[in-house]
């Protein structure tokens, strides 16, 4: 099992457009793509929200080879979507994550 791991702090001026668009548009396209499993959807407690909450999106892969079909295919669309529509009101990154053996 991975998990590709998003964290994404959201300006406070866009964070109800951006809620809206994450569950009806992004989230679902993501799963559309067929190589996640599962997801879940995380708000950061106990952190400086002053600026706008941070959450965190993580999607669950069962083989890294659907990953790597993600980034390849999938990845640098879906940023430059996010990017076109919401500028500079979220600042993200991403981590796969992998089982320790």
């Given at each position: 099992?991975y ?12 964070l109800h ?7 009806e ?24 929200d ?30 430059e979507?996010?990017l076109k529509?919401?500028?500079d ?13």
């Amino acid at each position: 099992m991975y998990i590709y791991n998003i964290t994404i702090k959201v300006d406070n001026d866009i964070l109800h457009e951006w809620m809206q668009w994450q569950r009806e548009e992004h989230i679902p396209d993501m799963m559309d793509t067929k190589l996640f499993d599962d997801y879940k959807f995380f708000r950061l407690l106990d952190v400086d929200d002053s600026e706008g909450p941070t959450f965190v999106i993580q999607y669950y892969i069962s083989v890294k080879d659907n990953y790597d079909q993600y980034i390849q295919k999938f990845a640098l669309a879906f940023r430059e979507k996010a990017l076109k529509k919401w500028s500079d009101g979220f600042i993200a990154f991403r981590t796969l994550l992998g089982p320790v053996q």
